[in-house]
T-cell receptor
Framework: DQQVKQNSPSLSVQEGRISILNCDYTNSMFDYFLWYKKYPAEGPTFLISISSIKDKNEDGRFTVFLNKSAKHLSLHIVPSQPGDSAVYFCAASASSGGSNYKLTFGKGTLLTVNP | GAVVSQHPSWVICKSGTSVKIECRSLDFQATTMFWYRQFPKQSLMLMATSNEGSKATYEQGVEKDKFLINHASLTLSTLTVTSAHPEDSSFYIC???????????FGQGTRLTVV
């Protein structure tokens, strides 16, 4: 049962344009969401996160939008750069406030930014 | 930011042998670490939660006798794949929660190939 879904396995955009990566979740207990970027044979690196009390969080070229009613979030990258080409994972957690913090990941979306 | 170091980055072993993967938190103490496994084109799947000074907690379907986890200190967790078989070939990644428990820091990952 996939609780975090990234339905687009790949996305190709032109340099300078906007990249929009989508993520849906089913578990209503999730209250914290993160995006990770991953290059082949490397561990994921943290990009941006959003708490369920917000609907938008922005950090430079990266903006994450959260629609709680639709259980949907998206990552916007603008302008896209060739160096953004990587696999992007959406992750979610049901924060307990304790130290046992677990992430549930989507399958990832391979973003290719063409020069 | 916090750094998690994972070693080795890749290993090839023969069927039936055991392989140990180390995960170290370099500039912070981690009472909890997580071990993930990623198959090609699949999501990161949580295997187990490593707890310093106590037994690891395994996710459903993960064989605890096959994937031995030891968390002997606040900066080191190890995953030992015992009696490895070709189907154990995968990408293994460890992570540790951040200080605020709002994100996780990942190791570089280990590519295990069993021949």
């Amino acid at each position: 049962d996939q609780q975090v879904k990234q339905n687009s396995p790949s996305l190709s955009v032109q340099e300078g344009r906007i990249s929009i990566l989508n993520c849906d979740y089913t578990n209503s207990m999730f209250d914290y969401f993160l995006w990770y970027k991953k290059y082949p044979a490397e561990g994921p690196t943290f990009l941006i996160s959003i708490s369920s009390i917000k609907d938008k969080n922005e950090d430079g070229r990266f903006t994450v939008f959260l629609n709680k009613s639709a259980k949907h979030l998206s990552l916007h990258i603008v302008p896209s750069q060739p160096g953004d080409s990587a696999v992007y994972f959406c992750a979610a957690s049901a924060s307990s406030g304790g130290s046992n913090y677990k992430l549930t990941f989507g399958k990832g979306t391979l973003l290719t930014v063409n020069p | 930011g916090a750094v998690v170091s994972q070693h080795p980055s890749w290993v090839i072993c023969k069927s039936g042998t055991s392989v140990k993967i180390e995960c170290r938190s370099l500039d912070f103490q981690a009472t909890t670490m997580f071990w993930y496994r990623q198959f090609p084109k699949q999501s990161l799947m949580l295997m187990a939660t490593s707890n310093e000074g106590s037994k690891a907690t395994y996710e459903q379907g993960v064989e605890k006798d096959k994937f031995l986890i030891n968390h002997a200190s606040l900066t080191l967790s190890t995953l030992t794949v015992t009696s490895a078989h070709p189907e154990d070939s995968s990408f293994y990644i460890c992570s540790a929660p951040g200080r605020t428990n709002t994100e996780a820091f990942f190791g570089q990952g280990t590519r295990l190939t069993v021949v």
